[in-house]
């Protein structure tokens, strides 16, 4: 697949190094040094400061967008009008409504957006996922996830820090991750409870934010984001009638990743204890790229997708509008 690449900075070169054998065609950047970088992993001559020199080009297939959130939706817009697949980081969106006309626009034009929810493809959440689906822990009771990160200095000045750059602060960044992946198990939910707050940093959007959401069926998924966690943390942990699985870790400053799975005996006590870890370097973004190209293959949607992005950007804002934060940006 012809590929073309729309932001090149940290994420950018991630989904570079990501794309297998399948070509890069450009490299679009506001900044051409960084373009160009992302370039020559992939032995890509082309590279470009204009966006549309991407989408007008008609030997490209698949654009993948990883810019700022306050042109995410802009573009992924216009590439879906220029009848280009997608893929999208998360979270796809400053807010719900600029998802609208994206995914009205990918039904009309027959084209398929995928978000960047690349936490789904890690391979302790992939297991546990398997281990969920074959009943290894019974009906699901509820989810408690944490996840959460320090700040450096100048934290509060970097781009994340400003609403009509951002959307938002930690629940728009972290928490849409968490969100996602509770979906992903429990099914649909909706907002229980939820509130976000600035603790520490100096700036007008969230450090913190805690929410509670509920299934059709009462399974409660309970989260936490941070960026005042000081160390960097992941824990994801499922409760079921007969067991738990509990996720932490995704490699380099969060800790090796490992699935833990508590069995629980019929007279109960002590459960059964089985640790698998998963040392080696992070694969996510690679069985990411490669499930969406699969789906654009046989002409299915893909697996966290434009509606699901919708689904956990309707959370955040009314969360957000809950707590006191301006959404309308």
Not at 72 to 81: P, R
Not at 255 to 266: A, D, R, T
Request: hydrophobic share 40%.
């Amino acid at each position: 697949m012809r590929i073309g690449i729309i932001g090149c900075g940290a994420i950018g070169r991630k989904r570079a190094l990501a794309l297998g054998n399948h070509e890069l065609v450009i490299a679009v950047d506001t900044s051409l040094e960084r373009a160009r970088e992302v370039a020559q992993l992939k032995e890509c001559s082309f590279v470009s400061a204009n966006y549309e020199d991407a989408l007008n080009n008609d030997d490209i297939e698949l654009i993948i967008v990883s810019t700022t959130n306050d042109f995410l939706a802009k573009i992924t817009l216009d590439a879906v009008m220029a009848r280009k697949h997608v893929l999208v980081e998360k979270p796809a969106g400053r807010y719900p409504e600029e998802l609208i006309q994206i995914i009205e626009s990918a039904k009309r034009n027959n084209v398929f957006v995928k978000v960047g929810f690349n936490h789904r493809y890690h391979p302790a959440l992939l297991k546990a996922k398997q281990m969920v689906d074959s009943q290894a822990i019974g009906p699901l009771m509820f989810i408690r996830g944490r996840y959460g990160h320090g700040g450096r200095l100048g934290y509060e000045k970097e781009w994340r820090a400003i609403p009509k750059k951002s959307g938002g602060g930690e629940l728009i960044d972290q928490g849409v991750h968490l969100i996602d992946l509770s979906r992903w198990f429990l099914g649909e939910l909706k907002l229980e409870k939820g509130f976000a707050h600035t603790y520490y940093w100096d700036m007008p959007v969230d450090d913190n934010a805690f929410l509670m959401l509920k299934s059709p069926n009462e399974t409660i998924a309970w989260l936490h984001v941070s960026c005042t966690e000081w160390k960097n943390l992941f824990s994801f942990e499922i409760y079921g009638e007969t067991g738990k699985l509990h996720i932490e870790g995704l490699g380099g400053s969060y800790g090796v990743e490992q699935l833990s799975y508590y069995k629980m005996h019929p007279k109960m006590g002590p459960p059964e204890t089985t640790i698998w870890e998963f040392p080696f370097t992070d694969i996510s973004w690679n069985l990411e790229m490669d499930e969406f190209i699969r789906s654009i293959e046989m002409k299915r949607e893909p697996e966290g997708n434009i509606d699901d992005a919708k689904k956990a950007l309707d959370i955040v804002k009314t969360v957000y509008e809950q707590s006191g934060f301006n959404v309308n940006l």
